[in-house]
């Protein structure tokens, strides 16, 4: 699955984690009103009203936008253990039971579909052993209560469960139509911005950090209006896929976009100004030295490669723009090299 697919399911996770948090903070302080003040069940009040106040914190540190991973674990739990607790020391007729089925969508809703059946079947065993154990009397019958709550147990969590892989795989739908260019497979604009939005949106240290480590290299085929009209443009197209398919190998697929025509943009984190160069210089070299086989036809074709560093407060625009500026420099000085600042190729030898 794709890293924004990912991103996508997480902020799911955290919205219902946030919205959860809010709400089951609610209902536990008021079970723990309710077991205190009128049920006298003392401990069943205080373990709600403990985990009612965690639940609440939560919720504050999600408006805040400051939800760590431990968070949504610690809910889990605490929804769990209040749940349970107040399933095993309440009588069973007071129907505490019940709470106990929400659990296994809640558990595939925010750790996920395999951490979710994990938690579920673990918490099956305390679960259906108390059940049978509460149920040896004469009102009950232990044996059909067992079975009839595994059926239910389980199959809430077998909806949930098709929800899930259901919203991943469309959400994964949603994804290449919106942020993959459908001809080579490579991200597209759409997707470039969301992750220069995400960017900008980081705390001004990792800003800070980072800047010196981001670069973005803009890659321009050197004369490919020659090639469509020499060849055609189903052999261009070719070209352009199998130009994806050379940056793909030599770098993660996510980091690799292609932002109209003939022109590719590649994002790298990590490295130094020198590195950038390097690398940008070893892709330079790499598609001058391939040779492009398409309908019968051998095609050797070269690049322009610009690279530009990511600056603290650049808008889009301005930073596509620094790159294209050093692209530009590059074809200007006769193609087939790499150009950052005072830096090219003709240069570097």
């Known amino acids: 699955m794709t890293t924004q697919t990912n991103f996508l399911l997480l902020e799911t996770r955290d919205t219902l984690h946030k919205w959860l948090s809010l709400t089951s903070s609610g209902l536990m302080f008021f079970f723990c009103f309710l077991n205190i003040a009128l049920l006298d069940q003392i401990t069943i009040g205080m373990v709600d009203g403990i985990f009612g106040a965690l639940s609440l914190y939560f919720f504050?540190?999600?408006?805040?936008?400051?939800?760590?991973?431990?968070?949504?674990?610690?809910?889990?739990?605490?929804?769990?253990?209040?749940?349970?607790?107040?399933?095993?020391?309440?009588?069973?007729?007071?129907?505490?039971?019940?709470?106990?089925?929400?659990?296994?969508?809640?558990?595939?809703?925010?750790?996920?579909?395999?951490?979710?059946l994990v938690f579920t079947i673990v918490l099956s065993f305390p679960v259906l052993t108390m059940l049978f154990l509460k149920s040896a009397t004469e009102n009950y019958l232990p044996y059909r209560s067992v079975l009839n709550f595994v059926l239910a147990y389980f199959f809430s969590y077998a909806i949930c469960y098709l929800?899930?892989?259901?919203?991943?795989?469309?959400?994964?739908?949603?994804?290449?139509?919106?942020?993959q260019d459908p001809l080579t497979g490579a991200q597209n604009r759409h997707a470039l911005k969301v992750f220069f939005d995400g960017f900008n949106k980081q705390s001004e240290d990792s800003f800070q950090t980072a800047q010196e480590e981001t670069r973005l290299l803009i890659l321009d085929i050197d004369h490919f209006k020659s090639v469509n009209d020499e060849f055609g443009h189903d052999v261009g197209d070719q070209v352009l896929v199998e130009i994806a398919e050379l940056l793909q190998y030599c770098i993660p697929s996510h980091n690799v976009y292609r932002?109209?025509?003939?022109?590719?943009?590649?994002?790298?984190?990590?490295?130094?100004?020198?590195?950038?160069?390097?690398?940008?210089?070893?892709?330079?070299?790499?598609?001058?030295?391939?040779?492009?086989?398409?309908?019968?036809?051998?095609?050797?074709?070269?690049?322009?490669?610009?690279?530009?560093?990511?600056?603290?407060?650049?808008?889009?625009?301005?930073?596509?723009?620094?790159?294209?500026k050093n692209l530009y420099s590059a074809k200007n000085k006769g193609r087939n090299l790499v150009h950052y600042g005072s830096m090219s190729i003709t240069e570097a030898i």
């Open 163 to 179: 929800y899930e892989t259901q919203y991943a795989k469309s959400s994964l739908l949603l994804y290449k139509m919106a942020f």
């Open 259 to 324: 932002i109209g025509g003939e022109e590719f943009l590649i994002v790298l984190n990590d490295h130094s100004a020198t590195q950038a160069f390097d690398f940008a210089e070893s892709i330079r070299k790499s598609v001058e030295n391939t040779v492009f086989r398409t309908h019968q036809q051998n095609i050797k074709i070269t690049v322009s490669i610009g690279i530009a560093q990511l600056k603290k407060g650049q808008t889009f625009r301005e930073f596509l723009r620094a790159a294209d």
């Open 60 to 116: 504050a540190a999600a408006q805040q936008k400051k939800i760590e991973k431990w968070h949504r674990f610690a809910l889990i739990f605490s929804l769990t253990v209040t749940t349970f607790s107040a399933f095993y020391l309440a009588d069973l007729r007071a129907g505490s039971i019940y709470w106990l089925l929400l659990l296994p969508p809640l558990y595939c809703l925010l750790a996920g579909a395999k951490q979710g």
